[in-house]
């Protein structure tokens, strides 16, 4: 049976080699035979053009990964903290889980790219005195409050997904409401949804050009500042080839993690 | 054993208790003292959980009191951890905590509610684990266990508490029959070390072996308790003669 099936995986792995490297080839041949190829390369391709941009937009896309950075990590806490909060018993906490659940229908509901334009212009706008006016700044907490919003949930159904058992018994052993969340609860579901996690990651990789629409200066920003000057879209593959050299490995990687985790379940509740 | 003066350590008078329309509970009288191991028995769905889950304050009750030590710990006001500091409730699934180890299992609620430092915890929890078998397994996650490990470990967790009552919900049930045996012997040890246990069981040997007193739950009361040697074989109630004699038929006294 094994034999069997490493001798046909053999086979199946040369028959998929030899089609891929067909298609592709009939795509590509196809491609730089047609005659457009030569406006589609000056305009898109230019290696001139492409050593002319990259300077600044590396220099953008170096901007996009700390705001990636950052505004990650604060997902990841505010989010869970809201999710905390959401779950919480008792009547005392009627108000707080309130405005959890008034906090997620609001960011849910409205479109990332609204948001980012209206705090990113409206409230340095206001000219309140103590509040901070860069659009860098609103931009990433905007980002930071949509993505919340949603982590939040996936923070939720983990939580909802760890049995009630758990929390009787931590309860019944004497454990504040807190304290079996924090020890009990909280590390089963936040194990349970590390795949929806990391694929909240890889959009958010891809979501921090958004706040170019602020002027914000990041890679797609000085692209298009290339373009403007230029009219030629280099600087545009150019921004192009820096997002795709991490959000594939990013999403090469979570598919791999979630598979993984998959597997350890179902061995797990075999 | 205990004189009828001396105040007890639970006492129930008159529990209600109903999931919304359902009645569970429609009165439930019962006196255990310092020391008594009461064994509760009654067909499936009679309440038998529910009555333990009350008392750990798991459950809310609809009315009635419930009394530890002579205190009303249903009244009003009630810290309700500090009284689930007092007792432990072990659970027919084990419910032990999958992503901690046996060790972190066990001296989770010294550390965290009882304060006691991690050192001595783990001391205490290492000698207890060692008094039931489970000395090689202190390290190991509970997915590696075997069921009746499992329940020890879990027994071991409510015990580290030191707990005034114990109260254990058909502990046996989700073994294996080769099994149950050495969950049984557990408890047994702890009956003679004089541990005040209230246990829900469909395992009227052990109840006969075990128990100071037997309870018969019907219709949301205790329909009839006393000695197991009266209660399960010379049952006074027409209902707990059916019951028993049911069992009997299905070859389980
Ligand atoms: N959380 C709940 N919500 C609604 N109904 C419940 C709940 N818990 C228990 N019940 C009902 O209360 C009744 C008593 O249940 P309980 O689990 O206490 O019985 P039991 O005597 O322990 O039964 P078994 O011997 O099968 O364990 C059952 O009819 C059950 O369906
Ligand atoms: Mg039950």
């Known amino acids: 049976m094994r034999g069997w099936l490493a001798e046909e995986g053999a086979k199946g792995a040369s028959v998929a080699a030899l089609s891929t490297v067909a298609v592709f080839g009939l795509a590509v041949w196809a491609v730089l035979r047609s005659e457009n190829w030569d406006a589609v390369q000056s305009q898109f391709f230019n290696p001139e053009n492409f050593a002319e941009a990259w300077p600044d937009v590396l220099q953008g896309f170096w901007l996009d990964l700390r705001m990636f950075a950052i505004a990650q990590i604060a997902i990841l806490v505010f989010a869970l903290l809201v999710a905390v909060v959401r779950s919480l018993r008792g009547p005392a906490f009627l108000p707080v889980r309130l405005l959890a659940?008034?906090?997620?229908?609001?960011?849910?509901?409205?479109?990332?790219?609204?948001?980012?334009?209206?705090?990113?212009?409206?409230?340095?706008?206001?000219?309140?005195?103590?509040?901070?006016?860069?659009?860098?700044?609103?931009?990433?907490?905007t980002l930071v409050l949509s993505y919340s919003a949603y982590t939040a949930e996936v923070y939720r159904s983990g939580i909802d997904s760890v049995p009630e058992s758990q929390r009787s018994?931590?309860?019944?052993?004497?454990?504040?409401?807190?304290?079996?969340?924090r020890y009990a609860v909280l590390p089963q579901a936040v194990r349970n949804v590390v795949p929806a996690l990391l694929n909240g990651l890889v959009s958010l990789q891809k979501d921090v050009a958004l706040v170019s629409v602020l002027g914000v200066r990041e890679a797609v920003r000085e692209a298009q500042i290339y373009t403007s000057l230029t009219f030629n879209y280099t600087s545009y593959v150019a921004a192009t080839v820096?997002?795709?050299l991490i959000s594939v490995p990013a999403a090469r990687f979570a598919d791999w993690y979630s598979a993984r985790d998959r597997a350890r379940r179902s061995q797990m509740a075999a | 054993m205990t004189g009828d003066h001396a105040v007890a350590r639970l006492r129930l008078d008159g529990v209600h208790k109903r999931f919304g329309a359902k009645v569970v509970l429609e009165g439930i009288d019962l006196v255990v003292h310092e020391h008594e191991v009461v064994c509760l028995i009654g067909p499936s769905g009679c309440?038998?959980?529910?009555?333990?889950?009350?008392?750990?304050?798991?459950?809310?009750?609809?009315r009635g009191r419930i009394l530890?030590?002579?205190?009303?710990?249903?009244?009003?006001g009630i810290d309700t951890n500090a009284v689930r500091k007092r007792m432990?409730?072990?659970?027919?699934?084990?419910?032990?905590?999958?992503?901690?180890?046996?060790?972190?299992?066990?001296?989770?609620?010294?550390?965290?509610?009882?304060?006691?430092?991690?050192?001595?915890?783990?001391?205490?929890?290492?000698?207890?684990?060692?008094r039931f078998g489970l000395a090689d397994k202190a390290d190991e996650y509970p997915e590696r266990l075997s069921g009746g490990q499992q329940q020890r470990a879990a027994i071991v967790r409510a015990l580290t508490i030191d707990p005034d009552l114990l109260l254990l919900d058909e502990v046996t049930s989700a073994l294996d029959p080769e099994l149950v045996g050495e969950v049984l012997a557990v408890i047994r040890e702890l009956a003679r070390s004089g541990m005040t246990m209230v246990l829900a069981t469909h395992e009227m040997g052990f109840a006969r072996d075990v128990a100071d007193r037997v309870c018969f739950l019907h219709e949301g009361r205790v329909l009839e308790s006393g000695p197991p040697a009266q209660v399960l074989r010379d049952p006074t109630q027409e209902r707990t003669r059916q019951f028993l004699s049911r069992i009997i038929d299905a070859g389980r006294l």
């Open chain 1, 169 to 181: 018994s931590a309860r019944s052993l004497g454990l504040t409401q807190w304290q079996s969340l």
């Open chain 2, 47 to 62: 309440g038998k959980s529910t009555l333990l889950r009350c008392v750990d304050l798991l459950e809310r009750i609809d």
């Open chain 2, 88 to 130: 432990a409730i072990v659970f027919q699934s084990f419910n032990l905590f999958p992503h901690l180890s046996v060790l972190d299992n066990v001296t989770l609620a010294p550390r965290k509610a009882h304060g006691v430092r991690r050192s001595q915890a783990e001391a205490k929890a290492r000698d207890l684990l060692g």
């Open chain 1, 101 to 141: 659940v008034l906090y997620i229908d609001l960011f849910r509901g409205v479109p990332l790219i609204l948001a980012i334009l209206l705090f990113g212009f409206g409230v340095p706008a206001l000219d309140l005195p103590g509040v901070p006016r860069s659009p860098l700044f609103w931009g990433v907490t």
């Open chain 2, 68 to 76: 530890l030590d002579g205190r009303d710990i249903t009244a009003r």
């Open chain 1, 242 to 244: 820096l997002f795709l």
